[in-house]
C-alpha cells in the first residue's frame, strides 16, 4: 500500500497528494504544537513540508515512509524555527548528543500510524512533568530554560536571591529527571543533556 502511494505521487499523481493531506495532516499540526505555539507559524510550517514533498516527489523512494519523512522534514523546520525565534539555544544540546543518539531520534518517527514516535511522547512527559512542579520552582525553570533568562535576571525580576535561583533551579532538574528516568531509560543521556 505504502510503495503503490509512494510511486503514485512519485508520478505526479494529485489524488494520491491529496488524500496524504488529508490523512496526515491534522497529526502534523498537533506534532508542530508540541514545539511551535503560533498557530499561522504552525500552518506555514506544515504547509512548506506538503511544498517540498510535492516538488522534489521525483526523489521519492519507493521502500520509505512517505510519512516518515514528512514528520522528520517537520521536526527540522520546528527546530529551525526555535533556534530563530528563541534565545535558547539549541546548538549546545545538538553539539552536545553523540551521533548515535541523534541518528537514533532521527529514525523514531510514527511507524504506526497510532502511536506516537517516542521524542513525542518524551515531549509530552517532560510537559507534564513540569506542570506537576511546585509553583515556584516551575516559574524558574521555564524563565531559565525555555525563556533564556540568566539566574541573576531572574532574581532580580522575582526579588530574590541568585542562591535561590539556584537551589530552585537544581531542585526542579532532579525532580524532572527523577520522573522521567522511570519512563524513558534509555533516553537518560538525552534527559541529561536537555535539563543540564
Not at 548515535?100 to 517532560?126: G, P
Not at 542562591?163 to 538525552?190: C, D, G, R, W, Y
Request: aromatic share 8%; charged share 30%; with cysteine.
Amino acid at each position: 500500500m505504502e510503495n503503490q502511494l509512494n510511486h503514485k505521487l512519485k508520478e505526479g499523481d494529485a489524488r494520491s497528494f491529496s488524500e496524504l493531506f488529508k490523512q496526515t495532516h491534522p497529526r502534523l499540526i498537533g506534532y508542530c504544537q508540541l514545539f511551535v505555539k503560533n498557530r499561522k507559524d504552525t500552518e506555514d510550517l506544515v504547509q512548506d513540508c506538503f511544498f517540498q514533498l510535492w516538488q522534489n516527489r521525483a526523489k521519492i523512494d519507493f521502500h520509505k515512509s512517505v510519512e516518515s519523512l514528512l514528520f522528520v522534514s517537520l521536526r527540522n523546520k520546528c527546530l529551525n524555527y526555535l533556534k530563530e525565534h528563541s534565545r535558547y539555544s539549541f546548538d549546545s544540546l545538538r553539539e552536545g548528543m553523540l551521533s548515535n543518539e541523534l541518528q537514533y531520534l532521527y529514525q523514531l518517527d510514527f511507524i504506526e500510524k497510532r502511536e506516537l514516535s517516542l521524542e513525542e511522547q518524551l515531549v509530552a512527559a517532560l510537559k507534564e512533568a513540569i506542570e506537576e512542579l511546585p509553583d515556584r520552582k516551575r516559574e524558574i525553570l521555564i524563565k531559565n530554560k525555555i525563556n533564556g533568562m540568566k539566574q541573576k535576571e531572574i532574581a532580580l525580576e522575582l526579588g530574590i536571591s541568585v542562591k535561590t535561583v539556584e537551589k530552585h533551579l537544581h531542585e526542579a532538574k532532579l525532580e524532572l529527571k527523577m520522573k522521567l528516568k522511570k519512563q524513558f531509560v534509555a533516553l537518560s543521556l538525552i534527559l541529561h543533556l536537555l535539563l543540564q
